[in-house]
T-cell receptor
């Protein structure tokens, strides 16, 4: 079974703090994705990576950056957290591209106060 | 990125009844994926449709891809409480559809 894990289920940070969200997958998948999920807005893609050290912007990259130094790990960074970044963050991975089955992690609910 | 419209946003269904959720795009899609997210859970892949007019079934769930490959539907027959959750379509764009949140009345 593919397993995608995220470093925290719940996180509370203050405005202006730097926030790191970590995601690890154990199936040697090439592609990894970061989404945020907000009520009524579905899943919106922030960034994705199709290879180590490679990254591509999704629909809503503003205010975020990512890092993929190793194949199994994809980090989402909020350089200076703001209250409008309060959301559920979901990491996913897939073998080829995002047009095939994606495996999701449990999610991190981030609250910025 | 271009969004795919998913309707309805909410669906209250009496247990035992059927319902359908739709995913519509203004452009032709190469393929479409459907996911289910249980309350408090994460999205789980259900199925992928690739061919024009394709129909696939999973027990009480029937998935259909339109002839023009611009829309898709998920039909659930004899709804059960285990069907509660949000159903998303992923139409190979950057962002998923908004989802249909299904609530089942026993």
């Amino acid at each position: 079974d593919v397993k995608v894990t995220q470093s925290s289920r719940y996180l509370v940070k203050r405005t202006g703090e730097k926030v790191f969200l970590e995601c690890v997958q154990d199936m040697d998948h090439e592609n990894m994705f970061w989404y945020r999920q907000d009520p009524g807005l579905g899943l919106r893609l922030i960034y994705f990576s199709y290879d180590v050290k490679m990254k591509e912007k999704g629909d809503i990259p503003e205010g975020y950056s990512v890092s993929r130094e190793k194949k199994e790990r994809f980090s989402l960074i909020l350089e200076s957290a703001s209250t409008n970044q309060t959301s559920m963050y979901l990491c996913a991975s897939s073998l080829y591209d995002r047009n095939v089955e994606q495996y999701f992690g449990p999610g991190t609910r981030l609250t910025v106060t | 990125g271009q969004q795919v419209m998913q309707i309805p946003q909410y669906q209250h269904v009496q247990e035992g009844e059927d319902f359908t959720t739709y995913c519509n795009s203004s452009t032709t899609l190469s393929n479409i994926q459907w996911y289910k997210q249980r309350p408090g859970g994460h999205p789980v892949f259900l199925i992928q449709l690739v061919k024009s007019g394709e129909v696939k079934k999973q027990k009480r769930l029937t998935f259909q891809f339109g002839e023009a490959k611009k829309n898709s539907s998920l039909h659930i027959t004899a709804t059960q409480t285990t069907d509660v959750g949000t159903y998303f379509c992923d139409a190979s764009k950057l962002t998923f559809g908004g989802g249909t949140r299904v609530l089942v009345k026993p």
